[in-house]
């Protein structure tokens, strides 16, 4: 700044700023010429070396201010650098940490199966059988077993789940990032470590493995019996590490006492959810081996520690419509359908879920009487059974669903066959039935159960025959009913196979043969039949009270069926079958109160709108019958009799052409053999 104020000074001296001009004036006129010159030259002077003063402190000032430009170019550039340096400091320690966590966090969720270097004899080890070999074995033997256990259960829910995460481990030598991984995984991780030796013994060598610090399991015989050996090693560990899958492994193979052994251990010695899940494994065993009772016992045991575990339900559901008790049935399945969800089940494969989720609702519909909905339910679980153009192919399209052990078995055309005859659309189940030659072949292709083939195409030959005589049943075909009754028993007596759709003939059978014996007018041979049923299932009860009423014992059908709507209450059926029984009896205002609380209970049940009808024909009230008929229509478009009884309705109510056009379609349809001569009264009218 003071050069800058001097550089000022000498600006204003050299324009004559700081001379007083008057002053100048007096004394340039006092002096001579010579002095006057002299002056004016040495002012000349003193101004030129000020211009270059000036000048030169201009060139000063521009150097120092290119200096200063460099320099702060330089602290800036310098700045920057550092910056960089330390950013990328900063993302090496962030990558470092970050890598680090994700090794920590991959370690922490380790949950695969290691096999280690088995420990053998330096000369098996020489001949090439090395330890590292003796473990590739044991890991393929258990990839193969693993491999053969399909299973609702989702993997998550297993204590030790190795998902496909097998595989051998050779420890490395030294300190690596490698070894660091393994010594996380040990500590915070959940993966199963299976190791072992092989050594020479009495017998000729014992093969040991043990899981984790588990002891181990010794298997001894000779060196030719080693792959034998080992195989009987690597069973008792996946036993050991996986029980549920193991007893299903058993039932797989066709091993059932060593399941069922094995099985009943494991529900006493197993704790929690695993005894849960053993009990529901003891149950597909003793169910495929028509130990119903037994069955069902275990059921109620997977459920009595913990009543939201979804997959017992799934059993006491089975259970309760094997024994035909619809209440439970229907409480099962209210279950079911609560704890069943995407979000509440994590223990069953959420594919498994979707399927589980339509049983109930298609069981709901049969107790409450809509079989339509009831068939249309079970096309969502097996859609092509609604398509007959290639059985074969189209049973092979629904086998079971991906990683369960949901399939179609032997017994599921008879459920869906049976909603289409209880629908009254004899039809279509006649359509169904002649899949049979096709589904039977499909049944041996896939071999989805475990019942051995023979077993298998007998069961699914004995479902349709039951299915055929169900439809007897239906169009009043009463001989053939008894006759198809008694080939059944005697496939019964036959077969080894179990009923994967609960044809048990205490329940199916045997009460719908005792029917079809009273509707011969057989009594004595009927209730000698339905004598040996079960006196708390539904259909058992309801039979009851429809024998005594054929035979016009009027009090006694009311006492069987007051005894089954005491035992399922919400179901419309026996109040149905008790206003036929009523309507039998000519009494057509204590039918209609039947009808009416029948409907109330099963608004899209059938049966008791055209019984209704019916009624209120007897009662000369065929204009009102039409409404019960024309709504009874919608629920069971394709029943034959209904078209009848409406056309009469029709007829009587005066309207001619209407009645005919129900008379054509009675007559396409399927009609009792009386049904089929009043049919023909009619025409001829």
């Not at 590490?241 to 060593?258: C, D, F, H, N, S």
């Not at 109510?653 to 007559?667: N, P, V, W």
């Amino acid at each position: 700044m003071a050069e800058e104020t001097e550089g000022q000074d000498s600006g204003a001296e050299a324009s004559g700023a700081g001379v007083d001009p008057a002053a100048m004036a007096l004394a340039l006129g006092g002096a001579s010429r010579e002095k006057a010159d002299a002056f004016l030259d040495d002012q000349r002077a003193m101004i030129a070396d000020q211009r270059k003063l000036v000048q030169l402190q201009a060139k000063e000032l521009s150097h120092e201010l290119k200096l200063r430009h460099w320099s702060l170019w330089v602290r800036h550039a310098s700045g920057v650098l550092r910056l960089a340096l330390e950013l990328s400091a900063g993302m090496l320690l962030l990558f470092a940490v970050t890598a680090i966590g994700v090794m920590v966090w991959n370690a922490a969720h380790a949950d695969g199966l290691i096999i280690e270097s088995f420990s053998v004899p330096p000369d098996m080890a020489a001949r090439g059988l090395t330890g590292q070999v003796v473990a590739t074995k044991m890991l393929d033997n258990l990839s193969t077993i693993q491999s053969q256990v399909t299973s609702a259960r989702a993997p998550s829910s297993y204590a030790n789940d190795w998902g496909n995460d097998l595989k051998v481990e050779i420890p490395e030598t030294g300190i690596s990032v490698g070894e660091a991984y393994r010594f996380l995984k040990e500590w915070l991780g959940h993966e199963t470590h299976i190791s072992g030796e092989v050594v020479r013994s009495e017998r000729g060598i014992t093969v040991t493995a043990r899981a984790g610090g588990e002891a181990g399991n010794s298997f001894s015989g000779s060196e030719s019996d080693f792959d034998a050996l080992l195989q009987q090693a690597t069973e008792a560990v996946y036993a050991g590490t996986q029980p549920y899958r193991y007893g299903v492994y058993l039932q797989i193979k066709g091993r059932m006492a060593e399941a069922e052994a094995f099985l009943i251990k494991a529900t006493r010695a197993l704790t929690g959810r695993e005894r849960a899940w053993a009990n529901t494994g003891l149950y597909n065993l003793f169910a495929d081996q028509d130990r119903q009772a037994e069955a069902c016992q275990v059921a109620n045991a997977a459920i009595a520690p913990d009543p939201d575990f979804g997959w017992g339900w799934t059993k006491i559901e089975i259970c309760a419509k094997t024994q035909d008790r619809p209440e439970a049935e229907l409480a099962a399945g209210r279950n079911m359908l609560r704890l069943l969800t995407d979000s509440a089940s994590s223990e069953i494969r959420p594919e498994a879920i979707a399927v589980l989720r339509q049983r109930p609702a298609a069981d709901r519909d049969r107790v409450l009487g809509d079989y339509a909905d009831a068939a249309r339910q079970e096309l969502l679980i097996y859609p092509s059974l609604a398509d007959s153009t290639d059985p074969a192919q189209q049973v092979r399209g629904i086998m079971s669903v991906p990683g369960s052990n949901i399939a179609l078995t032997a017994g599921e055309p008879y459920t869906y066959g049976a909603d289409l005859i209880a629908d009254h659309d004899s039809i279509a189940a006649r359509r169904l039935i002649a899949e049979a030659p096709g589904y039977a072949a499909a049944i041996k292709v896939v071999s989805i159960t475990n019942q051995d083939t023979r077993d298998n195409m007998a069961a699914a030959g004995h479902s349709f025959g039951a299915l055929e005589m169900v439809l007897a049943m239906e169009t009043g075909d009463w001989l053939q009913a008894t006759r198809l009754a008694d080939a059944l028993d005697a496939e019964e007596a036959a077969l080894d196979a179990t009923y994967d759709a609960g044809l048990y003939p205490p329940i199916v059978i045997w009460p719908l043969r005792a029917y079809a014996l009273a509707m011969r007018g057989d009594f004595k041979t009927a209730h000698s039949w339905i004598d040996r049923t079960p006196a708390d299932c539904d259909i058992c009860l309801r039979t009851r009270g429809k024998i005594d009423a054929a035979e016009k014992n009027y009090d006694g059908a009311a006492f069987w069926f007051a005894m089954a709507i005491s035992k399922a209450p919400s179901s419309p059926i026996a109040i149905a079958n008790w206003g036929q029984a009523l309507l039998l009896k000519g009494d057509a205002d204590g039918a209609i109160a039947k009808f009416t609380l029948a409907n109330q209970k099963g608004p899209h049940f059938a049966d008791p709108l055209e019984g209704w009808g019916e009624a209120l024909m007897k009662k000369n009230q065929s204009h009102l019958a039409l409404a019960k008929f024309t709504e009874a229509e919608k629920y069971a478009p394709n029943w034959g009799r209904l078209h009848l009884k409406w056309g009469e309705a029709l007829t009587y109510a005066g309207k001619k052409d209407e009645a005919q056009k129900q008379f054509a379609l009675a007559a396409g349809l399927d009609l009792s053999a009386d049904d089929k001569a009043e049919l023909g009264r009619e025409d001829r009218q």
